[in-house]
């Protein structure tokens, strides 16, 4: 008597692990920085190594560096002051909780941009219906400053938040302006960050200014769409930008890297 066919069992397919999420470039160099603030037993008022000796010992591109100070800046560890260098302003929380804030900041920066685009594009078209007078007054001293702090070759935030703050002030929208209010914190890393790339200064004064001849000639449409490019163009940084091998080691400018290390370097060791 024939036996029965043996039916191959179905392949179970077994589950994987998940790609292991390694910390961004920038991640690093803030632990390293928190390292040597702690080590050094650096605090309030002193000062970190310059950009150019920093970037050398930790064998990472001044870029990277930037990142790495913005995020701290913005945690409040410390302050980065135009040919001043950056000076410590805090040390009191652990390490630990200052790279969960910066990261979990970081996370959340995609949903804050479309939060204050959708905002700041509707105010814009609201002052081109509702600024007074007063209200184009400030728009203009607002750019005055920023052209001021341009020219000096400065990082402009002053004239840039003053720019934003009386446009908003000129939508005469009670609750819009509570709600701007509950972001300016949230959207200072993108602030920081886009004003300290080359060329952003200038490039986010003449956007300021078509907002602002948007507004006084009335035209809402105009004023929304020049707000509108205005954001998507400050809200292109780094930290938004896919890292190639993220968590690799960059090659710092004019450097070539040893193969196989991947890790950077330590500040003064």
């Known amino acids: 008597m ?51 000796e920093l970037a050398q010992a930790l064998q990472v591109s001044r870029a990277s560096l930037a990142q790495a100070l913005v995020a701290l800046e913005v945690v409040g560890v410390v302050q980065v002051r135009h040919g001043g260098g950056a000076v410590i302003l805090d040390r009191s929380t652990e390490d630990d909780a200052l790279l969960s804030a910066v990261r979990e900041h970081q996370n959340s920066l995609p949903d804050i941009i479309d939060a204050r685009s959708a905002l700041e594009a509707k105010l814009a078209a609201l002052a081109a219906r509702r600024a007074t007078p007063e209200d184009l007054r400030a728009i203009d001293e607002a750019l005055e400053l920023m052209e001021r702090q341009v020219a000096a070759g400065e990082r402009p935030l002053e004239g840039d938040r ?20 509950e972001i300016s914190e949230l959207i200072l890393e993108t602030r920081i960050e886009s004003l300290s790339q080359p060329g952003r200064p200038e490039e986010s004064l003449e956007q300021h200014r078509a907002v602002a001849t948007a507004i006084r000639e009335q035209d809402p ?40 290390r991947n890790e950077p370097g330590s500040v003064g060791r």
């Open 221 to 260: 449409l105009a004023a929304s769409l020049a707000m509108t490019r205005h954001i998507a163009t400050v809200s292109d940084v780094a930290f938004l930008r896919p890292e190639d091998g993220a968590g690799g080691r960059e090659e710092p400018a004019g450097r070539k890297e040893p193969a196989g």
């Open 162 to 181: 003053a720019f934003h703050a009386a446009v908003t002030t000129a939508g005469h929208s009670r609750v819009l302006a509570r709600l701007m209010a």
């Open 2 to 52: 024939d036996s029965d066919p043996v039916v191959a069992s179905p392949a179970v397919k077994r589950a994987v692990p998940s790609r292991v999420a390694r910390p961004r470039l920038y991640e690093q160099i803030v632990e390293q920085l928190l390292a040597h603030i702690r080590e050094e037993k650096l605090g309030a008022g002193d000062k970190l190594p310059p950009e150019r």
